[in-house]
Every structure is written in structure tokens, then in C-alpha cells.
């Protein structure tokens, strides 16, 4: 046994218990028709759980049909939605796994195609939408791209409107964590971004008007959702040459983001504006996530090229973040945390159907 080994620690917030420090990072399947989960997302997901990962986090969820990156996404924006969903929530509790969903909307850069396709614009014989998509500002994310429409206040408050409804669909599909997208260049970071919201109005221009939309949303649902609530962001755009999205900001948006009711600040970074040169390599983007834990005094998860057990035990034994979310490295292996405890002496449940394969 490794007494110092704290990868497989639990970890409790606002009454739900990870039984460790592992959670599956939300990764888009493109999969899906209207929006409904099925048999690719129970085995996808499933499988992550009987591998022994603490919480396993469903892909960006579209709010609304509008929201979504591609025709293909996953989405809550449907009363229907809700029973497949339970479904799966159900096998993943089964194999005592906390369950969550990412509520997403993509804002100027939905309506693509698949990402494994040539990139272009769905068509509206593909079920795009493209002469409706929204945004902060009308600002195309590239040439190839939709020319977005300002959101005005109407638009605002569905979007709002259409967060509150997809959370209330995801209590009553079980889940236990819930975690809005403010990442990536979707719509709730492209209202944060000087980079997307060039707004004259209180939605644009300064740090706190920028920030907004988001906390308002965060209010919008706080009340109605009783479990821990997670925002993901980019920590940073990688942008020195004009305004951007810093990491002094972020800190300062956790800040207000746990004043809001936030539990946990996932922390990623980029995705604003094509072309960008990100320092890519193990961790890199961890000490963001120690910055944010130690300045704002909020829980945060590390994601971004974390590989190894060790690497994952290090980062929550030194303080660095609470929990580790792994995205392709779960796609790999399936059974990471299993093969994890092993490689660090640490006991951990296996299911009973693969006890023969233990030793």
C-alpha cells in the first residue's frame, strides 16, 4: 500500500463524494440525432465508469438546437432528452460513479460540420443553421465560419432562459454535478473575450461587464440546482498582441464565480481565435489551475496533458488542484484508474465481473 499517495482520496463537495481525485473531462462524440443520447454515449461513457474514474462528465450539451457546435452534438434542450439521459446516469451510479453534464452553447462557432470531415459549414441540407447563429458581437470565429448575429436583449434572455430549463432537465435526469462551458471560444467565453465581445452596451467594454452574462446565468441557476456547480474556462487565450483573456482576469473571475455559488473552477485555456501557438506539453496548463486554487480560494481541476499516475498524484498531493479530469488519455484507456491504483499500491474497487483479472 502507498499511504502518500493521494490520487485515490475522496473528495466531498456541497454533499456529493468523489471516492478520488479522477474525473473524465467532457469530450464532444459527435454523435447523436436531434440531440438524443443513445447506445455509442451509454457504452463511451459507461465504460469510463466500470474503469473506475469518481466522476464521468457527458460531452458539451447544446441548451438549445440552435447551440449546438454541429448538427451531431449531444443536447438538453428537449423534455425528450431527459429519459436517455437518465438512462446512462443510471449504469454510471451503478458503478459508483458520480454523473455530470457539460451545458454548452456554442454561440458564433456552431453550425460546423463534424470535426473528422473537411471543416465547413453545415448547409441547411445538413441541418445547419448558419443565417441564425449568435453571438456577443457580429464577429465570424474565421473566413470559414458563420457571420453571427449580436445577440440583443430578447436573444439574452432566452439564452438564459434556455440554461435554467436545460439545468432543471438535468436534475431530473439524475445527474449530480453540473458544469457550464465558459471555454474553448463558446458563447459564454466569447462573452468574456475582448478578442469576441467588442459590445458598447453593460454586457461589454470592462472586466466586470464582461463577466455579466455569465454570473447572471450562474444566478439563473443556482437556485433551482441544489448539487456542485463546476464552470469550465480558458484560463487564458495566448493572445500578447491585443486584448485578450488573461490569467489576472481569471483569477478575478473566480473570485466572483464562488461569491455566485460555484463550487469547483475547471481550468483549461485557448480555443478563441484560430492560428494561435499554445506551449503544448505535460501539464501545461496546471499552474493556471494552482494560481486560481491558491489566489481565489476555490477548488479547482487540472486538465491538459495528464498522462501519468504519477504525474496526476503529484499534482493533487502538491495543491496544485483538487481533481484531475483526463481527456485522450481516457480515450486510450478506458481503465486509467484502475491501472493507476495499481501502478501507485493503491486498493481500489474493481468491478466484480473483472475480479479474475486483477491478479
Known sequence: MN??????????????????????????EYSSEDGFANDWHLVHLGSRAVGGAALVIFEASAVSAEGRITPDDLGIYRDEHVVNLRGIVDF????????????AHAGRKASMSRPWVEEHL?????????????????????????????????????????????AQRAKDAGFDVLELHAAHGYLLHQFLSPLSNQRTDQYGGSFENRARFLLEICAAIRPLWQGPLF?????????????????????QLAKLLKVAGVDLIDVSSGGMIPGVKIPIGPGYQTCFADRIRHEAQIPTGAVGFIT???????????????????????????????HAAAALKK???WPPQYLRAVK
Open 92 to 103: 454510471l451510479h451503478s458503478q459508483e460513479s458520480l454523473a455530470g453534464i457539460q451545458l
Open 347 to 349: 486498493e481500489t474497487r
Open 122 to 166: 453545415a448547409s441547411a441540407a445538413e441541418g445547419g443553421w448558419a443565417s441564425t447563429v449568435v453571438a456577443p458581437s457580429a464577429l465570424p470565429f474565421s473566413a470559414a465560419y458563420a457571420n453571427p448575429v449580436a445577440l440583443d436583449a430578447a436573444g439574452m434572455e432566452k439564452v438564459k432562459r434556455d440554461f435554467q430549463a436545460a
Open 231 to 251: 464552470v469550465r474556462i480558458s484560463a487564458t487565450d495566448w493572445v500578447d498582441d491585443r486584448p485578450s483573456w488573461t490569467l489576472d482576469e481569471s483569477v
Open 3 to 28: 499511504e502518500t499517495a493521494e490520487l485515490f482520496s475522496p473528495f466531498s463537495l456541497r454533499g456529493a463524494t468523489l471516492r478520488n481525485r479522477i474525473v473524465v473531462s467532457p469530450m464532444c
Open 308 to 338: 501519468d499516475p504519477a504525474q496526476a498524484d503529484h499534482i493533487i498531493r502538491t495543491g496544485q488542484a483538487d481533481v484531475v479530469l483526463l481527456a485522450r488519455e481516457m480515450l486510450r484507456d478506458p481503465y486509467w484508474p484502475l
